[in-house]
């Protein structure tokens, strides 16, 4: 089994950088609206704060966490909205508080996670070092989203290999949400890190592959960026399929950004 140490590390340094964003913002700025429709950097918070609690319950109490799953079938549509309308309600301290409790306890239960333990998810059921991740990627995204909404550029770190390593792995996921036959065959993705170096996913005799910016990858599987505006190139039908409705998150495809200039508030991953 991998260790899932790294991983945890490279999440709480992700969460302390978005910590550092938000810590002195004014009443006023945790209320301006972000590119998610509707979601202010209140409701980016809250639904990280949310997200961490149902990790935190599906790594120490499956029982409890059954009970979200239900309420998630009953309002699929609504269910993350509405847990994130919730929390963006609370005054900006208090829901500061609460999110840097629940992914400190996060954390611990993860740390202490049985060796070869798996726990139950929305999906699939995930080890901690997948729960880790999915927790990094979500964090890594939504911070983007508050960065860009306080004009803050945040240079990538090769922690986002973890997110492309889940690009990768979901890639199946993303063609069953679309009601699209995977791929039988893995496809070859290399792609550039931040801090030089090439990161390698697949058969390098693949007959298809990915090939580009890492950070680009990133941006796509989140949802962040619109492809045509990012430094990706597929070689073959399949890779290039993919690359159009590739997702790294859980739940229904999103609407996805406009490309360049047009690009205004749209809906993304959530």
């Known amino acids: 089994m991998a260790d899932p140490t790294p991983v945890i590390d490279d999440l ?26 509707g979601w202010t950097v209140a409701h980016q918070i809250a ?20 009970g979200l799953v239900e309420k998630a079938l009953a309002a699929p549509g609504s269910f993350v909205d509405e ?21 400190t306890a996060l954390d611990r239960a993860l740390r202490a996670a049985p060796s070869g333990a798996r726990f139950p998810w929305y999906g699939p059921p995930m080890a901690a070092a997948s729960m880790a991740t999915a927790r990094l990627m979500e964090t890594w995204a939504h911070a983007l989203d508050v960065a860009d909404t306080l004009g803050v550029v945040r240079p990538p770190t090769d922690r986002i290999r973890h997110v492309a390593r889940l690009g990768v792995r979901t890639r199946d996921f993303a063609h069953t949400v679309h009601g699209l036959t995977p791929p039988a065959a893995e496809f070859r993705v290399e792609l550039r890190a931040p801090s030089g170096g090439t990161w390698s996913f697949g058969p390098p005799d693949a007959s298809q592959r990915v090939t580009g910016s890492a950070l680009d990858f990133c941006l796509l599987v989140t949802q962040r960026a619109h492809r045509d505006d990012l430094d990706l190139r597929a070689e073959g039908e399949d890779a290039d399929r993919w690359l159009g409705i590739a997702q790294a998150f859980a739940g229904p495809p999103g609407e996805g950004r406009k490309s360049g200039a047009e690009r205004e508030p749209e809906a993304g991953a959530r």
């Open 12 to 37: 709480r340094a992700e969460s302390d950088e978005l910590d550092l964003l938000v810590t002195e913002l004014s009443p006023e700025q945790w209320r301006l609206p972000t590119p998610a429709p």
């Open 47 to 66: 639904h990280l704060a949310w997200t961490d609690r149902s990790a935190l319950l599906a790594v120490t109490d499956a029982d409890g966490f059954r």
């Open 83 to 103: 847990g994130a309308e919730e929390g963006a309600r609370r005054p900006p301290a208090e829901l500061l508080a609460a999110w840097r409790e629940g992914r």
